[in-house]
């Protein structure tokens, strides 16, 4: 089992930055892929970004260039910069662990881009 908790989101003006946290507990952190998803009112669940245990990081079009994960093992936590925002990046934002026949969830965490 691994829970995950999300951190760090919030109301930003447009061109702004964040940095999302998530934290996990409860197994191994490192042998885990991570990534980060998102949900806008109305619509499905939709994928931002993926590191996996060996560092390798993957991104949406639609964020590429702007939002950087990371990993801090050490700290069993997975991170989510997020640069240049824009209205359309407002959504809940969701940790997720997964690996062969695993698939964990945190709670999600508001990010709100508006002036």
């Known amino acids: 089992q691994v829970q995950l908790v999300e951190s760090g989101g919030g109301l930003v003006q447009p061109g702004g930055s964040l940095r999302l946290s998530c934290a996990a507990s409860g197994s191994i952190f490192s042998i885990y892929n991570m990534g980060w998803y998102r949900q806008a009112p109305g619509k499905q669940r939709e994928y931002v970004a993926s590191i996996t245990s060996g560092g390798w990081t993957n991104y949406a079009d639609s964020v590429k260039g702007r939002f950087t994960i990371s990993r801090d093992n050490a700290k069993s936590t997975v991170y989510l910069q997020m640069n240049s925002l824009k209205p359309e990046d407002t959504a809940v934002y969701y940790c997720?662990?997964?690996?062969?026949?695993?698939?964990?969830w945190g709670q999600g965490t508001q990010v709100t881009v508006s002036s």
């Open positions: 997720n662990a997964f690996r062969t026949n695993s698939d964990y």
